[in-house]
């Protein structure tokens, strides 16, 4: 018996959700700051398959369905990226000392 292509990748993507919640929220707040950058350098490798989609449309189109999709994805990927950069620079104010005044 065969399964189904979607079924199978429905199933992983469910899968991930699933793994990809336990692992964020057991993560301690001493590791959040670590976490955010190596989340933001995958949004970067994101954003370089997300140009490749963006430019991979057919030659006579202008506006084909792979290059609207790899626009979109390469905002939110930037979104992500810049939003995650300022949550790190806000966590790591957070552990700053602060300046006592004499």
Not at 35 to 61: K, P, Q, R, Y
Not at 64 to 76: K, M, Q, R, V
């Amino acid at each position: 018996m065969e399964i189904d292509p979607f079924i199978f990748r429905l199933s992983i993507f469910i899968l991930s959700i699933f793994v990809g919640y336990y692992v964020v929220w057991s993560v301690t707040p001493s590791l959040h700051t670590p976490l955010m950058s190596v989340t933001n350098a995958i949004s970067s490798v994101i954003i370089v398959g997300a140009i490749i989609a963006a430019l991979s449309g057919n030659d006579g189109e202008t506006f084909s369905i792979s290059s609207i999709y790899g626009f979109l994805a390469i905002i939110l990927a930037a979104v992500n990226i810049f939003g995650g950069f300022l949550v790190t620079q806000r966590m790591l104010a957070m552990y700053k000392k602060k300046k006592k005044d004499k």
